[in-house]
């Protein structure tokens, strides 16, 4: 009688209309950090092109240092990314792929009658194939740049591809129809409006992602949250400096207990392993810009051993430095 006189006292507290008022807050409070997040995200667009792959070919775009957007206008095929992914695409179908993530298309059957041309006069053209084995695989594909705050590299803490196949009525499908339509109809204002309808479109798969609890955007619960921002920003900016727990919850003013918590549950990841990320992404993005020696890029990125960074990289991107490089090299040149 005692237990359950104690749990029904417990069970009313725990639905008093003020608890339940101050839990709606907290929500609130929440989901508008989150909004801050998003509205703080710029998108640079870079030269998108029209991208005809045809017959049984392949493309392999190897690893490049910035994050790749493609969008479907027509034909299938299969997309390989990262570690084994494999993911079928069609008309609709869009693929935000991460900076440094390797990923090649695959196309069988496109043969039959061809039926026409896409005329875009104003996008450069890709072609992959032969031209006379009909029906092509067309695609749009570009680059894309984005910051949050000022800093750069906001995707490079999206780990895994965002995939998704739109409807004809998806609102993110629509505004990437009208981005199509103002890169193949250039005229006053295209570049304004099209950056505007791409940074749309990114927004509106980034939130469909994260309301779904998608484990790669766990980050944007951590950016969200003011009081951790100084500790991310610092290893944003400064990667290579002697960052340790300590010196992290000092720059949030808070204890080193109450960070490390408080981090983790916001990240899924503790400071050193996001630290550790934002390390090798930095690296990468150096071997494949600049051709300084591994041990210098090392040393930029916080390591004072050479073998030691190269393991680590190594378990990362799955290559050494030197084979990365050759392998960003080719990519980039293709």
Request: aromatic letters at 8%.
């Amino acid at each position: 009688m005692k237990y359950g006189g104690d749990h029904s006292r417990r069970k009313h507290v725990l639905y008093r209309p003020e608890w339940v008022f101050k839990c709606l807050s907290r929500l609130r409070k929440f989901s508008m950090a989150i909004d801050r997040v998003l509205e703080s995200l710029a998108i640079k667009m870079n030269p998108f092109a029209l991208c005809e792959l045809r017959g049984d070919c392949s493309i392999d775009l190897g690893v490049r240092p910035y994050a790749v957007l493609h969008y479907v206008l027509s034909g299938t095929a299969t997309v390989n990314i990262g570690r084994g992914v494999e993911v079928d695409i069609a008309p609709g179908s869009v693929i935000l792929a991460p900076a440094f993530l390797t990923h090649a298309f695959h196309v069988s059957g496109a043969y039959g009658e061809a039926s026409g041309t896409l005329q875009m006069s104003g996008l450069d053209r890709v072609v992959i194939g032969h031209e006379l084995d009909g029906q092509p695989l067309w695609a749009i594909c570009g680059k894309l740049e984005v910051s949050y705050r000022g800093l750069g590299g906001a995707l490079s803490l999206l780990r895994t591809p965002i995939v998704e196949n739109l409807s004809s009525d998806d609102r993110a499908r629509r505004a990437l129809d009208e981005f199509v339509y103002e890169l193949s109809h250039p005229t006053v204002g295209t570049r304004a409006l099209a950056e505007s309808l791409l940074q749309q479109c990114v927004i509106l798969l980034l939130r469909r992602r994260y309301q779904s609890n998608d484990p790669s955007l766990r980050w944007i619960d951590g950016v969200a949250d003011e009081t951790l921002w100084p500790a991310l920003e610092e290893m944003l900016d400064d990667p290579s400096a002697p960052h340790s727990v300590e010196t992290l919850a000092a720059r949030c003013a808070l204890s080193r207990s109450v960070f490390a918590e408080r981090f983790s549950l916001a990240f899924g990841q503790g400071p050193i392993d996001i630290l550790r990320t934002i390390r090798m992404q930095r690296a990468a993005d150096l071997l494949t810009r600049t051709e300084l020696p591994v041990k210098r890029v090392a040393e930029m990125v916080g390591f004072t051993s050479r073998s030691y960074f190269s393991r680590a990289f190594s378990e990362e991107f799955n290559a050494s430095p030197t084979e990365f490089r050759i392998s960003a090299n080719q990519a980039l040149s293709a």
